[in-house]
Protein backbone atom coordinates (compact mmCIF):
# COMPACT_ATOMS: atom_id res chain seq x y z
CA UNK A 1 0.00 0.00 0.00
CA UNK A 2 1.46 3.47 -1.12
CA UNK A 3 2.25 6.21 1.84
CA UNK A 4 2.33 9.41 -0.18
CA UNK A 5 3.01 12.46 1.27
CA UNK A 6 2.07 16.06 -0.42
CA UNK A 7 3.87 19.16 0.41
CA UNK A 8 2.38 21.91 -1.12
CA UNK A 9 2.35 24.91 2.11
CA UNK A 10 0.59 27.51 0.84
CA UNK A 11 -1.04 29.61 -0.62
CA UNK A 12 -4.74 29.23 -1.34
CA UNK A 13 -4.67 29.19 -4.93
CA UNK A 14 -1.30 27.40 -5.10
CA UNK A 15 -3.00 24.26 -2.93
CA UNK A 16 -6.20 24.71 -4.99
CA UNK A 17 -3.77 24.40 -8.19
CA UNK A 18 -2.46 20.96 -6.44
CA UNK A 19 -5.59 19.32 -5.12
CA UNK A 20 -7.18 17.90 -8.61
CA UNK A 21 -3.84 15.70 -8.88
CA UNK A 22 -3.93 14.76 -5.75
CA UNK A 23 -7.74 13.82 -6.43
CA UNK A 24 -6.86 11.94 -9.13
CA UNK A 25 -4.36 10.33 -7.38
CA UNK A 26 -6.50 9.17 -4.55
CA UNK A 27 -9.40 7.73 -7.10
CA UNK A 28 -6.35 6.11 -8.97
CA UNK A 29 -4.73 4.32 -5.39
CA UNK A 30 -7.73 4.25 -2.91
CA UNK A 31 -6.08 2.23 -0.30
CA UNK A 32 -2.96 4.32 -0.56
CA UNK A 33 -2.26 6.11 2.71
CA UNK A 34 -1.83 10.21 1.29
CA UNK A 35 -0.83 12.91 3.84
CA UNK A 36 -0.38 16.57 2.89
CA UNK A 37 1.80 19.05 4.92
CA UNK A 38 0.40 22.92 4.89
CA UNK A 39 0.25 25.55 6.28
CA UNK A 40 -2.22 25.90 9.03
CA UNK A 41 -3.90 28.95 7.88
CA UNK A 42 -4.95 26.76 4.55
CA UNK A 43 -5.67 23.72 6.36
CA UNK A 44 -9.70 23.88 5.69
CA UNK A 45 -9.03 23.43 2.22
CA UNK A 46 -8.33 19.91 2.74
CA UNK A 47 -10.05 19.40 5.74
CA UNK A 48 -13.35 20.38 7.58
CA UNK A 49 -11.87 22.73 10.70
CA UNK A 50 -11.59 20.40 14.04
CA UNK A 51 -10.75 17.30 11.27
CA UNK A 52 -7.78 15.31 11.17
CA UNK A 53 -8.55 13.96 7.42
CA UNK A 54 -10.62 15.00 4.67
CA UNK A 55 -12.27 13.57 1.29
CA UNK A 56 -8.81 13.55 -0.41
CA UNK A 57 -6.14 13.53 2.13
CA UNK A 58 -5.65 10.95 5.41
CA UNK A 59 -3.60 12.75 7.13
CA UNK A 60 -3.39 16.80 7.25
CA UNK A 61 0.16 17.88 8.72
CA UNK A 62 -0.58 21.46 9.64
CA UNK A 63 2.82 23.53 10.08
CA UNK A 64 3.61 27.53 10.84
CA UNK A 65 6.84 28.01 8.76
CA UNK A 66 6.55 31.68 9.64
CA UNK A 67 5.65 31.76 13.33
CA UNK A 68 8.97 29.53 13.47
CA UNK A 69 10.88 31.79 10.94
CA UNK A 70 10.62 34.98 13.26
CA UNK A 71 10.90 32.54 16.15
CA UNK A 72 13.71 30.44 14.91
CA UNK A 73 16.03 30.07 17.77
CA UNK A 74 13.22 29.69 20.57
CA UNK A 75 13.31 26.68 22.82
CA UNK A 76 9.14 26.09 22.40
CA UNK A 77 9.53 26.91 18.07
CA UNK A 78 12.49 24.03 18.24
CA UNK A 79 10.37 21.33 20.08
CA UNK A 80 7.49 22.51 17.69
CA UNK A 81 9.27 21.71 14.30
CA UNK A 82 11.20 18.58 15.80
CA UNK A 83 7.66 16.86 16.86
CA UNK A 84 6.14 18.01 13.74
CA UNK A 85 9.00 15.77 11.80
CA UNK A 86 8.69 13.26 13.97
CA UNK A 87 4.90 13.05 13.69
CA UNK A 88 5.47 13.51 9.15
CA UNK A 89 8.39 10.59 9.89
CA UNK A 90 6.24 8.23 11.85
CA UNK A 91 3.72 7.95 9.27
CA UNK A 92 6.07 6.03 7.08
CA UNK A 93 6.09 7.70 3.90
CA UNK A 94 7.45 5.96 0.65
CA UNK A 95 7.39 8.89 -1.50
CA UNK A 96 7.32 12.63 -1.36
CA UNK A 97 5.86 14.80 -3.82
CA UNK A 98 6.95 18.98 -3.30
CA UNK A 99 4.91 20.68 -5.52
CA UNK A 100 5.90 23.94 -4.23
CA UNK A 101 9.81 23.92 -5.34
CA UNK A 102 10.63 25.95 -2.74
CA UNK A 103 13.63 25.36 -0.16
CA UNK A 104 11.68 25.07 2.78
CA UNK A 105 9.09 22.88 1.28
CA UNK A 106 12.34 20.35 -0.08
CA UNK A 107 13.72 20.45 3.26
CA UNK A 108 10.72 19.11 4.71
CA UNK A 109 9.75 16.27 1.91
CA UNK A 110 13.09 15.54 2.71
CA UNK A 111 12.59 15.37 6.51
CA UNK A 112 9.64 12.91 5.62
CA UNK A 113 12.33 10.41 5.33
CA UNK A 114 10.63 8.63 2.17
CA UNK A 115 12.91 7.04 -0.64
CA UNK A 116 11.23 9.04 -3.26
CA UNK A 117 11.24 12.74 -3.10
CA UNK A 118 9.84 14.02 -6.34
CA UNK A 119 10.22 17.76 -7.70
CA UNK A 120 10.19 19.41 -10.73
CA UNK A 121 13.74 19.78 -12.54
CA UNK A 122 13.27 23.73 -12.62
CA UNK A 123 11.76 24.44 -9.09
CA UNK A 124 10.85 28.13 -7.80
CA UNK A 125 14.06 28.29 -6.31
CA UNK A 126 16.88 26.67 -7.24
CA UNK A 127 18.79 24.83 -4.58
CA UNK A 128 15.29 22.98 -4.03
CA UNK A 129 15.97 20.76 -6.68
CA UNK A 130 19.20 19.41 -4.37
CA UNK A 131 16.95 17.97 -1.76
CA UNK A 132 14.91 15.89 -4.75
CA UNK A 133 16.03 12.42 -5.52
CA UNK A 134 13.82 12.43 -8.81
CA UNK A 135 12.97 15.52 -10.74
CA UNK A 136 10.39 15.73 -13.96
CA UNK A 137 10.22 18.18 -16.35
CA UNK A 138 6.81 20.48 -16.43
CA UNK A 139 4.06 19.15 -18.95
CA UNK A 140 1.29 20.81 -19.56
CA UNK A 141 0.92 24.84 -20.11
CA UNK A 142 -1.58 25.20 -17.18
CA UNK A 143 0.09 24.85 -13.56
CA UNK A 144 -2.88 22.59 -12.50
CA UNK A 145 -1.76 20.21 -16.05
CA UNK A 146 2.20 20.30 -14.53
CA UNK A 147 1.41 19.67 -11.31
CA UNK A 148 -1.20 16.38 -12.33
CA UNK A 149 2.20 15.24 -15.15
CA UNK A 150 4.33 15.07 -11.84
CA UNK A 151 2.23 13.55 -9.39
CA UNK A 152 1.73 10.31 -12.34
CA UNK A 153 5.79 10.31 -12.99
CA UNK A 154 6.48 10.58 -9.36
CA UNK A 155 3.97 7.24 -8.44
CA UNK A 156 4.59 5.56 -11.81
CA UNK A 157 5.52 2.37 -9.59
CA UNK A 158 2.50 2.10 -7.62
CA UNK A 159 0.26 3.58 -10.47
CA UNK A 160 1.51 0.84 -12.76
CA UNK A 161 0.36 -2.28 -9.92
CA UNK A 162 -3.45 -1.01 -10.36
CA UNK A 163 -3.75 0.74 -13.51
CA UNK A 164 -1.91 -1.29 -15.72
CA UNK A 165 -0.05 1.06 -18.00
CA UNK A 166 -3.92 2.86 -18.20
CA UNK A 167 -3.53 6.99 -18.64
CA UNK A 168 -4.75 8.61 -15.42
CA UNK A 169 -6.86 11.08 -16.47
CA UNK A 170 -6.98 14.66 -14.56
CA UNK A 171 -10.37 15.06 -12.31
CA UNK A 172 -12.19 17.77 -10.30
CA UNK A 173 -10.73 18.55 -6.92
CA UNK A 174 -12.77 17.69 -4.02
CA UNK A 175 -12.93 20.49 -1.25
CA UNK A 176 -14.23 19.60 2.16
CA UNK A 177 -18.11 19.57 3.11
CA UNK A 178 -17.87 21.45 6.37
CA UNK A 179 -21.68 20.53 7.73
CA UNK A 180 -21.13 23.82 10.15
CA UNK A 181 -19.89 25.91 8.04
CA UNK A 182 -22.72 25.28 5.35
CA UNK A 183 -25.25 26.02 8.08
CA UNK A 184 -23.74 29.36 8.88
CA UNK A 185 -23.71 29.97 5.47
CA UNK A 186 -27.91 29.43 5.32
CA UNK A 187 -27.90 31.48 7.72
CA UNK A 188 -26.23 34.38 6.63
CA UNK A 189 -28.04 34.36 3.61
CA UNK A 190 -31.07 34.56 5.28
CA UNK A 191 -29.89 37.50 7.78
CA UNK A 192 -29.06 39.58 4.59
CA UNK A 193 -31.93 38.71 2.76
CA UNK A 194 -30.66 37.67 -0.72
CA UNK A 195 -31.79 35.32 -2.62
CA UNK A 196 -29.51 34.86 -5.57
CA UNK A 197 -26.07 36.60 -5.14
CA UNK A 198 -22.67 37.53 -7.05
CA UNK A 199 -19.09 37.14 -5.03
CA UNK A 200 -16.78 40.00 -5.58
CA UNK A 201 -12.86 39.54 -4.46
CA UNK A 202 -11.54 42.91 -4.43
CA UNK A 203 -8.35 42.13 -2.89
CA UNK A 204 -4.87 40.39 -4.25
CA UNK A 205 -1.41 39.18 -3.46
CA UNK A 206 -0.63 42.41 -4.35
CA UNK A 207 -1.28 45.50 -5.58
CA UNK A 208 -0.26 45.23 -9.54
CA UNK A 209 -3.12 42.44 -9.42
CA UNK A 210 -5.55 44.39 -8.13
CA UNK A 211 -8.51 46.28 -10.11
CA UNK A 212 -9.47 49.37 -8.84
CA UNK A 213 -12.62 48.72 -6.29
CA UNK A 214 -14.82 51.51 -6.98
CA UNK A 215 -15.20 49.62 -10.54
CA UNK A 216 -15.89 47.06 -8.46
CA UNK A 217 -18.58 48.73 -6.97
CA UNK A 218 -19.77 49.75 -10.36
CA UNK A 219 -20.20 46.37 -11.55
CA UNK A 220 -22.62 45.35 -7.98
CA UNK A 221 -24.92 48.38 -8.88
CA UNK A 222 -25.18 46.91 -12.57
CA UNK A 223 -25.96 43.60 -11.20
CA UNK A 224 -28.39 44.60 -8.86
CA UNK A 225 -30.62 45.62 -11.74
CA UNK A 226 -31.19 42.04 -12.40
CA UNK A 227 -32.09 40.83 -8.85
CA UNK A 228 -28.36 39.86 -8.06
CA UNK A 229 -27.41 41.38 -4.16
CA UNK A 230 -22.95 41.25 -4.37
CA UNK A 231 -20.84 39.86 -1.45
CA UNK A 232 -17.73 41.46 -0.99
CA UNK A 233 -14.92 38.87 0.15
CA UNK A 234 -12.86 40.68 2.50
CA UNK A 235 -9.58 39.30 4.02
CA UNK A 236 -8.10 40.82 6.94
CA UNK A 237 -5.96 43.94 6.42
CA UNK A 238 -8.38 44.66 3.10
CA UNK A 239 -11.45 46.36 4.95
CA UNK A 240 -11.10 49.67 3.35
CA UNK A 241 -10.72 47.79 0.46
CA UNK A 242 -14.32 46.56 0.69
CA UNK A 243 -15.50 49.43 2.41
CA UNK A 244 -14.77 51.08 -0.85
CA UNK A 245 -16.75 48.66 -3.15
CA UNK A 246 -19.94 48.70 -0.95
CA UNK A 247 -20.11 52.72 -0.63
CA UNK A 248 -19.35 52.45 -4.62
CA UNK A 249 -22.16 50.20 -5.14
CA UNK A 250 -24.79 51.93 -3.92
CA UNK A 251 -26.04 49.72 -1.16
CA UNK A 252 -26.57 46.79 -3.68
CA UNK A 253 -22.86 44.48 -1.86
CA UNK A 254 -22.55 43.38 1.62
CA UNK A 255 -19.15 43.21 3.16
CA UNK A 256 -18.21 39.61 4.17
CA UNK A 257 -15.54 38.17 6.56
CA UNK A 258 -15.41 34.52 7.15
CA UNK A 259 -13.57 31.81 7.40
CA UNK A 260 -11.95 29.35 4.88
CA UNK A 261 -15.06 26.73 5.76
CA UNK A 262 -17.65 29.51 5.45
CA UNK A 263 -16.37 30.76 2.14
CA UNK A 264 -16.35 26.96 -0.02
CA UNK A 265 -20.02 27.15 1.74
CA UNK A 266 -20.54 30.33 0.51
CA UNK A 267 -19.28 30.01 -2.57
CA UNK A 268 -21.04 26.73 -3.34
CA UNK A 269 -24.27 28.85 -3.38
CA UNK A 270 -22.80 31.81 -5.77
CA UNK A 271 -24.63 32.29 -8.94
CA UNK A 272 -21.04 33.71 -9.91
CA UNK A 273 -17.69 34.66 -8.96
CA UNK A 274 -15.81 37.74 -10.06
CA UNK A 275 -12.40 38.68 -8.99
CA UNK A 276 -8.74 38.93 -10.05
CA UNK A 277 -5.64 36.17 -9.92
CA UNK A 278 -6.05 35.26 -6.49
CA UNK A 279 -6.95 32.17 -4.41
CA UNK A 280 -10.48 32.88 -3.63
CA UNK A 281 -11.41 32.71 -7.66
CA UNK A 282 -9.73 29.68 -7.83
CA UNK A 283 -11.53 28.45 -5.17
CA UNK A 284 -14.68 28.98 -7.21
CA UNK A 285 -13.41 27.15 -10.32
CA UNK A 286 -12.82 24.24 -8.38
CA UNK A 287 -16.14 24.48 -6.99
CA UNK A 288 -17.44 24.78 -10.55
CA UNK A 289 -18.89 28.02 -9.94
CA UNK A 290 -18.41 30.65 -13.11
CA UNK A 291 -16.01 32.99 -13.08
CA UNK A 292 -15.06 36.23 -14.63
CA UNK A 293 -11.51 36.60 -13.78
CA UNK A 294 -9.31 39.59 -14.65
CA UNK A 295 -6.04 39.55 -15.37
CA UNK A 296 -2.78 41.89 -15.38
CA UNK A 297 0.80 40.84 -14.77
CA UNK A 298 -0.07 37.57 -14.55
CA UNK A 299 -0.61 34.50 -17.52
CA UNK A 300 -4.00 33.24 -17.53
CA UNK A 301 -2.81 29.97 -19.16
CA UNK A 302 -0.49 29.10 -16.65
CA UNK A 303 -2.92 30.12 -13.49
CA UNK A 304 -6.55 31.20 -15.26
CA UNK A 305 -9.57 29.72 -13.94
CA UNK A 306 -9.54 25.77 -14.68
CA UNK A 307 -12.55 23.25 -15.16
CA UNK A 308 -15.30 26.00 -15.14
CA UNK A 309 -17.17 28.05 -17.42
CA UNK A 310 -15.09 31.22 -17.17
CA UNK A 311 -14.51 34.70 -18.62
CA UNK A 312 -10.83 35.94 -18.58
CA UNK A 313 -10.25 39.46 -19.46
CA UNK A 314 -6.99 40.45 -20.17
CA UNK A 315 -5.50 44.04 -22.00
CA UNK A 316 -3.03 43.55 -24.80
CA UNK A 317 -1.08 45.72 -22.67
CA UNK A 318 -0.48 43.42 -20.17
CA UNK A 319 3.09 42.03 -19.73
CA UNK A 320 3.61 38.70 -17.75
CA UNK A 321 5.71 39.87 -14.45
CA UNK A 322 6.31 38.16 -11.20
CA UNK A 323 7.29 41.43 -9.42
CA UNK A 324 5.38 42.37 -7.04
CA UNK A 325 4.68 46.12 -7.59
CA UNK A 326 2.31 48.07 -5.33
CA UNK A 327 0.81 49.39 -8.28
CA UNK A 328 -1.90 48.56 -10.66
CA UNK A 329 -0.77 47.03 -13.55
CA UNK A 330 -1.39 49.72 -16.41
CA UNK A 331 -3.22 46.90 -18.30
CA UNK A 332 -5.36 45.85 -16.12
CA UNK A 333 -6.54 49.01 -15.55
CA UNK A 334 -7.77 49.07 -19.17
CA UNK A 335 -10.00 46.50 -18.17
CA UNK A 336 -13.47 48.53 -18.04
CA UNK A 337 -16.46 47.92 -15.93
CA UNK A 338 -18.62 47.45 -18.81
CA UNK A 339 -16.26 44.00 -19.84
CA UNK A 340 -16.72 42.88 -17.11
CA UNK A 341 -20.70 43.54 -16.00
CA UNK A 342 -20.82 42.47 -20.07
CA UNK A 343 -19.01 39.03 -19.27
CA UNK A 344 -20.81 38.97 -16.07
CA UNK A 345 -24.12 38.79 -17.91
CA UNK A 346 -22.96 36.33 -20.54
CA UNK A 347 -22.16 33.92 -18.18
CA UNK A 348 -24.91 34.17 -15.91
CA UNK A 349 -27.08 33.11 -19.35
CA UNK A 350 -28.15 36.37 -21.19
CA UNK A 351 -28.46 40.20 -21.43
CA UNK A 352 -31.33 39.98 -19.42
CA UNK A 353 -30.08 37.21 -16.53
Not at 42 to 68: M, Y
Not at 93 to 114: E, H, M, N, P
Request: hydrophobic share 45%; net charge neutral; glycine share 10%.
Amino acid sequence: MAKILIVRLGAMGDILHALPAVTTIRAALPDATIGWVVEDQWSELLAAQGQASGPVVDVVHPVNTKRWRGQMFSRDTRIEISKSVRTIRATGYDTAIDFQGAIKSAVLAAFSGADVRAGFTDPREGPARLFYSSRFSRTGDHVIEQNHALAVQALKKHLDRVRHGAQINLLAPELPNDQAASAWAQAEIQRLGIASFVILNPGAGWGAKQWPPERYGEVARALAVHGLKTLVNTAPGEETLAATVVQASGGNAFELRCTIGQLIALSRRARLFIGGDTGPIHLAAALGIPVVALFGPTDPVRTGPYGTRSVVLRHPESKTTFSHHPDTEEGLLQISADEVISAARWLLGSSHA
